[in-house]
C-alpha cells in the first residue's frame, strides 16, 4: 500500500513558491517523500489519489515545513482541490512582489482526509495530525460502546480507585489514523483526566479498536488550556 500511496504523491507534490524560493536543501520531493509514513484509509473506504502540499511557515527564512497532506476518495473531491489550489496559487504570485509582503498559504483545503505533517529542514517528519473536520464524528452507539471498553479495564479500574472521575467522566474525543498512533488499524480516542487544574490538563489516553473490543494502547497525555 505504501509503494502505491508514494506514486499517488510523486504525481501531485506542489511546492509553496516562497518554500520553493529558498531551496532548502533536505526537502527534495524524492528526499522527503522517502521519509513519509504509510496512510491508511478510513475502514471500509479507498483512496482514489492523494495530494501533498509543502506549505510555507511565513517566516523568511523558514523555521520548519508544513506539509498538507489531502487524500480523495471520489474524483469529485479531488477536482475541487485541485481548482482551489490553483485559485490560491494565482493569488500567491500575484502578491508575491517583495519577501517583506506577506503572502496566503494553502491552509483548510478540501479533502476527504487531511493531515498536517510537521517537518524539519532537514525534511524529517516531527508529527503527523488528522485535522479533518469528521475526525470527531462518532456515533452515540460507538461512544457508549468505547467507554464500556474502557471502563471494564483493569487498568482503568486502577486509575479511577484513586482518581475517582476527579476531573470527570470518560470522554471520547476521536478517531485516530495509524499514521498518528502508531497502531496498524484506526481506534477511537477515549481520555480520562486525572489533573485539571489552573491551566493544566494531565490524564491517560486509551486508543480503543471498537470491532474487535480491545484496547490496543495506553498513554500519558498532558496541554495547557
Known amino acids: 500500500m505504501l509503494e502505491l500511496h508514494l506514486k499517488m504523491l ?3 507534490t506542489f511546492y509553496h513558491p516562497r518554500v520553493r524560493l529558498q531551496a532548502i536543501p533536505g526537502i527534495t520531493k524524492t528526499e522527503l517523500l522517502a521519509k513519509m509514513p504509510d496512510f491508511v484509509p478510513f475502514p471500509d473506504k479507498q483512496y482514489l489519489s492523494m495530494m501533498f502540499i509543502i506549505d510555507w511557515d511565513h517566516r523568511l527564512p523558514s523555521k520548519r515545513i ?8 471520489e474524483d469529485a473531491t479531488e477536482q475541487v482541490a485541485q481548482k482551489e489550489f490553483q485559485t490560491r496559487l494565482n493569488e500567491i504570485k500575484a502578491k508575491d512582489l517583495y519577501p517583506e509582503f506577506n503572502v496566503n498559504d494553502f491552509e483548510d483545503m478540501i479533502g476527504d482526509e487531511n493531515y498536517l505533517v510537521q517537518l524539519n529542514l532537514s525534511g524529517d517528519v516531527r508529527k503527523v495530525e488528522f485535522i479533518s473536520p469528521w475526525r470527531r464524528n462518532i456515533t452515540e452507539q460507538m461512544k457508549r460502546q468505547c467507554i464500556a471498553i474502557v471502563s471494564k479495564s483493569k487498568e482503568f479500574q ?12 470518560l470522554r471520547v474525543l476521536s478517531w485516530v489514523p495509524p499514521c498518528q498512533s ?4 484506526w481506534t477511537i480516542d477515549v481520555r480520562y483526566l486525572t489533573y485539571c487544574e489552573t491551566n493544566s490538563i494531565w490524564g491517560k489516553v486509551f486508543l480503543v479498536d471498537p470491532s474487535k473490543e480491545e484496547i490496543l494502547n495506553i498513554s500519558d497525555f498532558n496541554m495547557r488550556v
Open 182 to 185: 502508531r497502531q496498524e488499524i
Open 66 to 73: 508544513i506539509g498538507r497532506l489531502l487524500a480523495f476518495y
Open 10 to 12: 510523486e504525481e501531485n
Open 158 to 169: 486502577d486509575l479511577n480507585a484513586v482518581y475517582r472521575y476527579k476531573c470527570g467522566p
